[in-house]
């Protein structure tokens, strides 16, 4: 008997010994996949771009709050750190943190296919990236950059000087292009279909968007960078030969958004309702600023009704940063969000419109690096209305925005783009606001301690704690301007 | 290393073939001395020999002896005795019972009983009485304060309540430090040990080290809860017996809120505001709620502008919770049983919450000639119906609603929420933003079934008087399926314009988590050499398998009212399904060397597999090495005093590994919540990264002992020091976001945590019939971070943005940070000249959240029959962050939003900051926004201002309990035992001297990093409870 059980023991032992790897083999997920083609990628890399530009506290939201395109409802306390202007580390953190983490995070991943195979996949990561860098850095000066997105290679990435990143995401920008061009030129390459959100594949438009993005980081810079390097850039793009954008450009899934939980656009599911058509909180409390609403009905401006939701007791914008809470503007009867920004869960995420593109290549002409500048301009408010669907009538004709009257060219053409792009892409509006001055009577919140409006964000908390090695000190929010704005 | 051991023990063979000489054989019974009942297992040894052999079940014996030898009878429990055999053949002998001994059984690993001399490392038992003294729910609330090192924190008190198990403090900034739970010889889980039975349990031995690590493997590095559950015995007597309680429960406090001013905004009266800015109380009649249309059936609601006292607390209904126990155990020569069927059935403080429990324990052994068979088993299932989770378009916790009810708000009369004339309806009712609770009750439910099997059978097999080799295979099962629901809602604009309308959804999910654990060991006996010496060991090799599985599927917009099936749902419906496997083997080796019964040493190792590191490189070997020296025996001397009757001294080194979580050693590409979408599906990179060398994590502990018997064994005096160092920390770091990720799993610096801990405890009175006992206890642990990364000076646990748990260099783990007030060098607050309003500053370090020291005591008075016992616990010198005030400050309940009168005030002991760097103070600029906007902003902001003491005093049982007396019983024939008693469950808590919301030791949830990030205190729970109850036991 003794002898049995121990060769039982023997034999159990050698048995749990001799199959020992294929039993702990077993650390494999089974929910989540260590791999997947390019196709799967790009379009949750777009998806995000779109929900960091318009979502509830991101980028173009932060652009209508600063510029006092929007206001708040009586009723609610929703906007006390904007109308405070209480800009601290973890004020708009999520600008920061989702550029990383999602989009840019999907897009720099995309840099690590074939590019013998799937160099225009490369080539759109590369031009989204240079995208999303350029806003990142206009909100924050100098950001991680050469060395981010490493992952683990380095989770700790130096912070890069802000025009030392502007210098190299045209370079980007032109590698993009080039890329392109490769892999049109190789019979072996696959192409986006319907997985790019953006073009669907159209490989020129892409190139053309290249463009397009180069001429708003030149018009940024052009002061900032002299006329010799604006000059070979733009001589550059026109040798290229691709041109421009001919219209917005859109985030439109395959198939579009849907009306369902967490698939419709990401604005309407903040500002619009939820799938049973209920409304938003957010977009209850949102509305008009009693200065948009005036500045609109003062110039006859028909767009009034496509930005903003009329109530039947006529429009009315609220001041921003008021203490008191009086019920006349309640939400019923105030102008929210209106309805060609908030057209319905289906609807598509603008990322970049064509009215601003004229206006970036209205001011490089009216700075003398060619072309018409009324003409860009007039076809830039023409864009706009057409954007909204707006019947622009004689609009042109007003005082207020006729090229040929006005007496300062840009003030007239940056006070247009920032009209143009309330709503769409805001930001741009607060950089041009820091860089030029224009709209140069734009009120400030009435909350505002200094009664000074922030030209920049503070590095959120994260970076304190994450990469305290790196991170340099915080600027003044309200007089540290932009290298490009000074 | 196996084979060292290996051939250890073939030495130890060899030294013990004995050689027979002229012999012959003497037999004889040895019976108790109490009760004349047959001993069984009594060792019986020639002394000076190493042969010998033990009673069977009848106390018999049979041996054969050389002239002239002596018998030496020894057997746990039991006086040791040694009997010369001179002429005789038969010898009876009776054994006397050792008190002292006999409650010094330790329990170690693998179910191995060891006398607690031999025990080389620190360990604490706890009682069946002791533990039950509160007839608390779960066994690991009873534990509260009566185990020096042991800190229970209990976390939440709804019907479910949970507890956290931590001995000796944090080891490991992201791994579980909780304590690792054996029941009745198998490894198990925490939930399987809140998940037993209390009144089934017979006794838990505590392992405060990690020594166990090295035959239990990475789970014990956190010490061991070692369960023992209730069995027959052999030759015992058949009892049945039935204990039961009712115990009702009630809240004990709540937030420290302000009663000066009421509903309103901005300084201004708002009948529908949530807030409470209105002007000071007026006691004028005024409306609340909305403005009703001409016509409408419902008038305008009127009530007196003042506070109404105990408005929230209303709304609360006195809990009650009844369990009832049935238990039959016995035993004849072979055989023994307990079975036990247990009830509880628990109404909540929260109106319609409610939960029960079952369970069944089967326990049972039998002896079949050389071979015995143990089961242990229980069946346990819980029910439970409560409030959801997330009420309302904002998804909110019910506490939310009643904290945003302003302080003249009579609550509880809004109950008639379904009556469409009612104050209480949806459109109705007063407030326009946060809907009324008992509307939350009816129309949010999370429904929970469980059950969960835990079962282990070994099988022993003497192959000689000495060799024993046992097999153990256990099981532990849980599964269960949820229901959570909420109903739509939509609201007449024209009545409550603020409110979204609230959607519906179900969620229906099941999970099944099995763990099966299987465990052989060849217990080799003991051996003794060279006449002072002795030997014991052990092999044994251990199998761990668990699965996780689990499935929910949630369906939106259902369209008929009431009804929860998927089918129901609108759009497309949402599911997830979640699986993961890990699998672990082991082999392990122990072995005792004795030196004249008053010196040990132990040597332990275990060699790992685990199937969470690199094939290639997945094992590791953990030893231990300890030392355990009867200095009262070896140096009788020192016990030529009144004082000191007994002591032993241990010191142990251990080193335990802690591997990697499942599947964290590949990145993996996860689906985003937003894909598919349209015709296109879509993979994202995780968040987490992983450091492509990451390896196990190492802890190393030394501890160092001292147990007494005072006074002739009427006192204990344990202390013990320890020291931890964890290194390579496979910790959760935070890393640049800029980096493409929020979190690196990578190893990283050094722990240390030492720490003391004392306990104190015996007969302090005893005159006549009167008994005072009392057992204090004493610990004190500290955390701190050494080292993180060259570039890496904190580690985020748990950040809310403006405060949170931290890991940093060189403090004390865990540590929390707030936005701080800037100040200047002689300590002032910095304001802004332009408002008034202090600066806001940097997110800095607050303090820790772990105390300098608890004190727990049990006392406990017994006079005849009647006896009164106390569990009391005092912690304090750790902080902690009051979320539940920051959340409730834009409200204006605080406290500190009434300190100025609602009116703009110089902010005291403040200064200016002057162009030339310097301070001058503020004497007269005020801050801007008195009246609401400085406490909804500036203040709340400073997040500095919501950190508070944690110091508690709680007397967190009290029982009264009275037992007849021995002649009543006998004259009934039937009862052999009748006790009536009264308890109480946290009679009284004393908090420190600040504006108090909770209890500190609630906390909100496991944090978003992981578990360890204590001392966020929460508002999600409900308010803080004490009991009062009765129970009655009956044994026949």
Redesign the interface.
């Known amino acids: 008997m003794k002898k049995k059980i121990f060769i039982l023991f023997a034999v159990a032992f050698a048995s749990v010994m001799s199959s020992c790897n294929d039993y702990l083999d077993v650390n494999t997920d089974p929910n989540n996949p260590t791999s997947a083609d390019p196709y799967l990628i790009l379009p949750v890399a777009q998806n995000y771009t779109a929900r960091w530009m318009h979502s509830d506290r991101r980028v173009s939201h932060l652009g209508n709050m600063l510029m006092y395109n929007w206001s708040e409802s009586a009723g609610f306390s929703w906007y006390n750190d904007e109308f405070l202007y209480q800009v601290n580390t973890n004020f708009y953190g999520g600008i920061f943190n989702d550029a990383y983490l999602r989009a840019l995070k999907q897009y720099a991943l995309l840099d690590s296919y074939d590019p013998e195979v799937y160099g225009a996949y490369v080539a759109i990561g590369k031009i989204m990236k240079s995208y999303t860098f350029q806003i990142l850095t206009d909100f924050y000066g100098d950001i991680p950059y050469f060395d981010a997105l490493q992952r683990s290679n380095n989770p700790s990435p130096k912070y890069d000087a802000a025009s030392e990143i502007y210098d190299d995401l045209i370079i980007q920008l032109t590698e993009a292009i080039a890329m392109i061009d490769a892999a049109e030129a190789n019979a072996t390459s696959i192409f986006p279909e319907g997985d790019d959100m953006i073009f669907g594949g159209d490989m020129l438009m892409w190139k053309q968007f290249a463009n397009t993005i180069k001429v708003r980081i030149l018009n940024r810079v052009a002061s900032a960078k002299g006329d010799a390097y604006v000059n070979t850039e733009l001589a550059a793009i026109a040798a290229e030969g691709s041109g421009f954008i001919t219209s917005n450009v859109v985030i439109t899934p395959d198939g579009g958004y849907l009306n369902e939980e967490d698939k419709q656009n990401p604005f309407w599911e903040d500002f619009g309702a939820n799938v049973a058509g209920s409304p938003t909180l957010s977009g209850q409390a949102t509305c008009a600023s009693d200065f948009m609403i005036q500045l609109l009905q003062d110039n006859a401006d028909s767009r009034i009704d496509y930005l903003f939701e009329q109530p039947a007791t006529g429009h009315l914008g609220v001041p921003q940063g008021i203490t008191a809470d009086p019920a006349v503007y309640a939400p019923s009867l105030v102008s929210n969000i209106g309805p060609a920004l908030l057209q319905g869960p289906e609807q598509g995420s603008i990322i970049f419109t064509l009215a601003e593109h004229n206006f970036n290549m209205a001011e490089l002409a009216l700075n003398g690096f060619g072309g018409d500048p009324q003409t860009f301009y007039e076809a830039g408010v023409t864009a706009a209305f057409n954007t909204l669907g707006a019947p622009i009538g004689s609009y042109l004709n007003q005082p207020f925005a006729n090229y040929v009257a006005a007496s300062d060219k840009l003030e007239v053409i940056i006070t247009q783009k920032w009209l143009a792009v309330q709503g769409l892409t805001a930001e741009q509006s607060w950089f041009d606001h820091t860089r030029t001055g224009y709209p140069s009577d734009l009120p400030i919140s009435q909350e505002a301690p200094n009664l000074v409006r922030p030209v920049r964000l503070l590095y959120p908390a994260s970076e304190t704690s994450g990469n305290s090695a790196n991170i340099p000190a915080q600027a003044n929010p309200f007089t540290d301007k932009q290298f490009w704005a000074n | 290393m196996k084979r060292i051991l290996l051939l250890c023990f073939m030495g130890v063979f060899a030294l013990f073939s004995v050689a027979n000489a002229q012999e012959r054989t003497v037999s004889g019974k040895v019976t108790s001395g109490a009760d004349g009942s047959a001993i069984p297992g009594v060792n019986v040894m020639i002394k000076g020999t190493s042969t010998g052999t033990t009673t069977d079940i009848d106390g018999n014996f049979k041996l054969s002896v050389q002239d002239g030898a002596v018998l030496q009878f020894s057997s746990i429990g039991m006086k040791k005795k040694d009997v010369p055999v001179g002429s005789r053949s038969v010898m009876d002998i009776t054994l006397e019972e050792d008190i002292a001994e006999l409650s010094e059984v330790v329990v170690t690993a693998y179910g191995v009983e060891r006398a607690a001399n031999e025990i080389t490392y620190q360990t604490e038992k706890v009682g069946a009485e002791e533990i039950m003294q509160g007839q608390q729910q779960i066994a690991a609330v009873g534990l509260a304060g009566k185990v020096a090192g042991l800190q229970i924190n209990v976390q939440n008190n709804g019907v479910n309540p949970q507890a956290q198990i931590l001995l000796r403090g944090f080891r490991s900034i992201s791994a579980n430090n909780e304590a690792m739970i054996v029941i009745d010889g198998a490894v198990a889980t925490i939930g399987a040990f809140n998940n037993l039975n209390p009144n089934d349990i017979q006794s838990i031995d505590i392992l405060k080290g990690a020594n166990a690590g090295a035959l239990y493997g990475s789970r014990a590095a956190n010490g061991a809860v070692i369960v023992t559950t209730k069995q027959g015995k052999i030759g015992q007597r058949f009892i049945a017996g039935v204990n039961s309680s009712l115990t009702f429960e009630e809240v004990s406090f709540l937030p420290d809120f302000q009663t000066e001013h009421g509903i309103g905004?901005?300084g201004?009266y708002?009948p529908i505001e949530n807030t409470n800015w209105g002007p000071r109380f007026d006691g004028q009649m005024r409306r609340v709620g909305p403005d009703f249309p001409d016509g409408y059936p419902v008038a305008d609601q009127y009530i007196p502008y003042a506070p109404i006292k105990d408005n929230l607390r209303d709304f609360f209904n006195t809990g009650s919770t009844l369990q009832n126990n049935v238990y039959l155990s016995g035993g004849d020569e072979t055989s023994t049983f307990f079975l036990s069927v247990g009830n509880t059935n628990t109404k909540g403080i929260v109106p319609d919450d409610e939960y029960s429990r079952r369970t069944v324990r089967v326990n049972a052994s039998k002896k079949i000639g050389k071979v015995k068979l143990d089961l242990s088993s229980q069946y346990f299932e819980d029910e439970s119906s409560v409030v959801g989770g997330s009420i309302g378009?904002?998804d909110r916790p019910l506490y939310w609603f009643i904290l945003n009810t302003p302080a003249n708000i009579p609550l509880s009369e809004y109950k008639d929420w379904q009556n469409p004339i009612g104050y209480g309806y949806a459109d109705n009712y007063y407030n326009?933003?946060y809907q009324n609770p008992y509307w939350a009750i009816g129309t949010n439910r999370n429904n929970d079934w469980t059950n969960r099997l835990i079962a282990n059978v070994n099988a022993s097999?003497k192959?000689?008087d000495k060799i024993n080799?046992a097999v153990r295979t256990g099981i532990n099962r849980r599964t269960g399926w949820g229901k959570n629901w909420r109903d739509?809602q939509?609201y007449n604009?024209d009545l409550q314009?603020?409110h979204?309308?609230?959607?519906s959804f179900l969620t229906d999910s099941e999970f099944q988590d099995v763990e099966f654990n299987s465990n052989?060991i060849?217990s080799l006996g003991t051996y003794e050499f060279g006449g002072d010496f002795s030997i014991n060991g052990f092999l044994g090799?251990a199998?761990i398998s668990s699965q996780y599985r689990a499935s929910s599927i949630t369906a939106?917009?259902l369209s008929i009212p009431g009804f929860y099936d998927i089918s129901n749902g609108t759009?497309?419906l949402?599911a997830a399904?979640?699986?993961?496997?890990?699998?672990v083997?082991g082999f392990f080796g122990d072995v005792t060397v004795g030196f004249r019964k008053w010196a040990y040493l132990n040597l332990a190792g275990r060699q790992d597999?685990?199937?969470?590191l690199p094939?290639d490189n997945?094992s590791y070997f953990y030893p231990s090495t300890s030392l355990s020296v009867i200095l009262s025996d070896a140096f009788p001397v020192i016990t030529e005093n009144p004082v000191l009757s007994f002591a032993k001294i241990t010191v142990s080194n251990s080193t335990v590994y802690n591997d990697l979580g499942?599947?964290d050693?590949?990145?993996?590409?996860?689906?985003?919540?937003?894909?598919p979408?349209?015709?296109?599906?879509?993979?994202?990179?995780?968040?987490v990264?992983?450091?492509?060398n990451i390896q196990k994590e190492r802890l190393n502990t030394w501890e160092l002992g001292l147990n007494t018997g005072l006074f002739n064994e009427r006192f204990k005096l344990d202390v013990s020091v320890f020291n931890t160092i964890t290194t390579d920390l496979i910790t959760e770091?935070?890393?640049?976001?800029?980096?493409?990720?929020?979190t690196?799993l990578?190893n990283i610096g050094k722990l240390s945590s030492k720490g003391l801990e004392a306990s104190f405890g015996g007969n302090v009175l005893k005159i006549g019939d009167f008994r005072w006992d009392l057992n204090a206890n004493f610990t004190t642990y500290e955390t701190v971070v050494k080292e993180i990364k060259?570039?890496?000076?904190?580690?985020?646990l748990d950040?809310f943005?403006?405060y949170g748990t931290?890991a940093i260099v060189g403090m004390a783990f865990p540590q929390i940070k707030a936005?701080s007030y800037v100040r200047d060098p002689q300590g002032r607050v910095v304001i802004?000249p332009?408002?008034g309003?202090p600066e806001?500053g940097?997110?800095l370090p607050q303090g820790k959240t772990t105390p300098d020291y608890i004190i727990g005591l049990t006392s406990g008075f017994s006079f005849k029959g009647l006896s009164l016992s106390a569990t009391m616990d005092y912690r304090t010198g750790h902080i902690y962050y009051s979320q539940g005030h920051d959340q409730m400050e834009?409200t204006g309940r605080s406290m500190e939003s009434v300190s100025s009168d609602r009116k703009d005030f110089v902010f005291p002991n403040s200064s200016i900051r002057q162009s030339d760097g310097t301070f001058v103070a503020n004497t007269n600029i005020p801050i801007s926004?008195g009246r609401?906007?400085f406490w909804?902003?500036t203040f709340n902001?400073i997040k500095e201002n919501y950190v508070r003491d944690a110091t508690a005093f709680k007397i967190r049982e009290l029982a009264l309990n009275y037992s007849l007396p021995t002649s009543v019983l006998e004259s009934t024939r039937v009862l052999s035992k009748v006790t009536v008693g009264i308890v109480a469950r946290n009679l009284w808590v004393s908090l420190a001297n600040q504006t108090n919301f909770s209890d500190p030791e609630f906390r909100n949830t496991g944090g978003a990093n992981n578990d360890n990030g204590v001392g966020i205190g929460g508002y999600l729970q409900s308010p803080p409870t004490r009991s009062l109850g009765f129970n009655l036991n009956i044994e026949f």
């Open positions: 905004w901005d201004h708002d378009d904002q326009a933003y097999y192959i000689t080799f739509a939509t604009p314009p603020s979204a309308d609230v959607s052989a060849l090799a199998v939106v917009n759009g497309q949402t399904v979640d699986q993961s496997q890990k699998r083997y597999y685990t199937s969470t094939l997945n499942i599947y050693l590949n990145e993996r590409l996860t689906q985003p919540r937003f894909f979408l349209g015709n296109t599906n879509g993979f994202e990179q995780s968040l990264t992983v450091d492509p770091t935070t890393p640049s976001f800029a980096s493409g990720s929020s690196f990578t060259d570039d890496l000076k904190e580690v985020a950040d943005g403006g931290y936005q802004n332009a408002n309003n806001i940097e997110v834009f926004g609401m906007g909804q902003n902001e």
